[in-house]
């Protein structure tokens, strides 16, 4: 029933879409429901202290609205053909990356809850033929939701992959010689009892994943970081940055450095583009002795 109702609703002009977005989603989101309003004022003051308040409020509202345009281009790209998203999120620097995938037989592309970070998965159609676009993510508890969000993922071509079994499928397609590029969003927050990289990130302390320079690390395959902008409403420039193309030659913690210091040039660039709803500093170094 969600499956159809989605499609259904893809199949509208993009444009209409959009006022759903402003006349709908965002009054609803920010002025009634006010979803997570003080967590997105908090992160922003703590991330921008330099920043007036008014300069803040502003940076909020730009984000809520990117956020309502998300949703809907994520509904939106289910029907779109794989001409059109090529159109709406063209991947850069692909020259070279598919030059050190096709030489390493893999790599790993690390990237942000920037823009939208779901047309991400459209990086398939952009890769050396025979290399295999793989993305991590985490079943949600809603069955309807995650079947739907699957489908919307796998639409072109790639394949999503639980948490706990990327390791065993990454084991298995270089076994079988299948070349594999894997997707892996590493800003989110992990437990500070298992984190093993903390940095100053956006003026706080913030403890980073760090599975994509161990993934790098033992399967020798380059890492990359996706450096998303927004060059106009529901298009986006998606920059593949070589953060490592030889991991086994880096220190511990010198790729997930280099991802958080990517990132952070990203999020100054176009700050209403990250996702300031995520709660990202509720943990701290000392939270978890």
């Known amino acids: ?30 002025h009634v429901v006010r979803y997570r309003r003080e967590v997105v004022q908090m ?13 803040r409020k502003q940076i909020a509202k730009a ?13 939106y790209g289910y029907h779109i053909s794989d001409e059109e998203m090529r159109q709406r999120v063209v991947f850069e620097n692909m020259e070279e990356v598919n030059r050190l995938v096709d030489a390493a ?3 790993i592309f690390m990237l942000a809850h920037m823009g939208n970070w779901e047309w991400q998965a459209s990086l398939q159609q952009w890769l050396s033929p ?10 949600l508890k809603n069955l309807g939701m995650d079947k739907l969000m699957l489908a919307i993922r796998e639409k072109r071509g790639g394949a999503c992959v639980e948490k706990q079994r990327i390791l065993r499928e990454m084991v298995r397609y270089r076994a079988e010689h299948q070349p594999v590029i894997v997707g892996l969003l590493s800003d989110q927050k992990p437990r ?21 320079e161990m993934l790098g690390k033992k399967f020798g395959y380059p890492v990359f970081y996706v450096y998303i902008t927004r060059t106009s409403k529901g298009h986006y420039r998606s920059r593949m940055e070589v953060l ?12 997930t450095t280099a991802y958080a210091r990517a990132m952070e040039r990203n999020i100054i660039e176009q ?19």
């Open 43 to 55: 992160n922003l003051r703590l991330a921008f202290p330099e920043k007036s308040e008014a300069e």
């Open 130 to 139: 025979g290399v295999k676009e793989l993305n991590v993510y985490r079943k």
């Open 1 to 30: 029933m969600l499956l159809r109702c989605a499609s259904a609703l893809s199949r509208l002009p993009l444009g209409v879409l959009y006022a759903i977005a402003d006349t709908v989603l965002f009054p609803v989101m920010y």
């Open 192 to 212: 500070p009892e298992v984190t093993r990289t903390w940095l100053t990130f956006m003026h706080q302390e913030t403890g980073f994943l760090d599975g994509g």
């Open 63 to 75: 984000f809520y609205h990117q956020f309502c345009y998300t949703l809907v281009e994520i509904l």
């Open 244 to 255: 490592s193309a030889d991991p086994k030659q880096t220190k511990e913690g010198e790729i």
């Open 105 to 107: 037989g893999g790599g």
């Open 271 to 289: 700050p209403e583009l990250w996702l300031w709803s995520h709660n990202r500093w509720k943990w701290h170094h000392h939270d978890g002795m």
